[in-house]
């Protein structure tokens, strides 16, 4: 979801127990007038995949509610594109996945489990001067993803099988997921699997991927476990026994300082109820039948949610 789906912050203070973005003393903070409007815009972003286009939405319409003025430039691109982005000031707020984003600033930290990568997360963001709000229950994990057939075909289980078949796998993902230490370099050192060719689409395993996948055209790929191309498609994820994939929780990041402790507790009402069941269903509105704009999709689940201010 490389959901590599396809992926920041330095928490400043933590109220029980959570990591919370500190910055109500920053001048520069954004914070309501009196009449409700904010004093200065927040910009609002997204990664260049759909899931996080409803994410990003999701907080954009929750500060609005609550009287902050907001902008939003969604598609960004990938974190090559977006952290640099917060660091200088042409974003403010992104959705993001913890364990990814933690082995982005840092390739060497401990992933081994949700616990060691929110401990190490704060810190890491810090370096760039960004930091972290609440993470989320929701999780969207990256997976190698093949048909039922060609599971069936070799009896494929696990991302190990597939090295039996290195000569004959063409997989696809984003660009980045070639080098990245989860991506190509992490299945060759976890399981020896090394594809004979890799195929970037820069979709975040969305719409042109699952249609590579299906069409034949790439025999395993890059995809979120919250894609509803998989039950929809009767795709297989494939185990991953040694965990080369870390957990992935949905985090927004800000830029440190940026958010006052009105916005601050706005976003993190979004993250104390955005579950994977949630986050999965919002998924299907929006890239399954229906057809839902990804506002619109926000601004539903929100008021479902309770999270809209009358």
């Known amino acids: 979801m490389t959901k590599?789906?396809?992926?920041?912050?330095?928490?400043?203070?933590?109220?029980?127990?959570?990591l919370v973005l500190a910055g109500c003393s920053n001048p520069t903070a954004a914070t309501p007038s009196e009449d409700g409007?904010?004093?200065?815009?927040?910009?609002?972003?997204?990664?260049?995949?759909?899931?996080?286009?409803?994410?990003?939405n999701l907080y954009a319409e929750a500060l609005k509610s609550n009287g902050y003025t907001v902008e939003t430039k969604f598609n960004i691109g990938s974190?090559?594109?977006?952290?640099?982005?917060?660091?200088?000031?042409?974003?403010?707020?992104?959705?993001?996945?913890?364990?990814?984003?933690?082995?982005?600033?840092?390739?060497?930290?401990?992933?081994s489990t949700p616990a060691a990568i929110l401990s190490a997360l704060p810190k890491a963001l810090e370096s760039k001067s960004l930091s972290m709000l609440t993470a989320a229950e929701a999780e969207d994990k990256d997976a190698v993803v093949v048909t039922r057939a060609t599971a069936e075909k070799w009896k494929l289980t696990s991302i190990a099988d597939l090295a039996a078949h290195n000569?004959?796998?063409?997989?696809?993902?984003?660009?980045?997921f070639k080098e990245r230490?989860?991506?190509?370099?992490?299945?060759?050192?976890?399981?020896?699997?090394?594809?004979?060719?890799?195929?970037?689409?820069?979709?975040?395993?969305g719409p042109a991927t699952v249609k590579a996948l299906l069409d034949g055209k790439v025999t395993a790929a890059n995809i979120f476990t919250t894609s509803t191309a998989i039950p929809a498609n009767d795709l297989v994820v494939l185990e991953d026994p040694k965990n080369n994939f870390p957990a992935q929780q949905v985090v927004p990041v800000a830029a440190a300082g940026k958010l006052d402790d009105g916005a601050q507790k706005a976003i993190d009402a979004i993250s104390a109820k955005l579950s994977t069941s949630e986050l999965i269903k919002l998924n299907e509105q929006v890239s399954g039948d229906?057809?839902?704009?990804?506002?619109?999709?926000?601004?539903?689940?929100?008021?479902?949610q309770g999270l809209l201010s009358k």
Not at 37 to 56: K, L, M, R
Not at 290 to 304: G, H, N, R, S
């Open 181 to 205: 230490a989860v991506g190509l370099p992490g299945l060759e050192k976890n399981y020896g699997f090394v594809p004979s060719k890799f195929e970037p689409i820069s979709d975040g395993g």
């Open 79 to 111: 974190r090559e594109a977006y952290i640099p982005a917060l660091a200088d000031g042409s974003i403010d707020l992104i959705p993001d996945y913890t364990g990814n984003l933690l082995l982005f600033i840092d390739p060497s930290a401990d992933v």
């Open 37 to 56: 409007a904010s004093s200065s815009t927040v910009t609002v972003s997204s990664a260049n995949f759909p899931e996080s286009e409803i994410i990003g």
């Open 4 to 18: 590599m789906k396809l992926p920041l912050f330095a928490a400043l203070s933590m109220v029980a127990g959570s």
């Open 167 to 176: 000569d004959e796998v063409v997989m696809a993902g984003p660009p980045e």
């Open 290 to 304: 229906a057809k839902v704009e990804p506002q619109q999709a926000a601004i539903t689940w929100l008021t479902d």
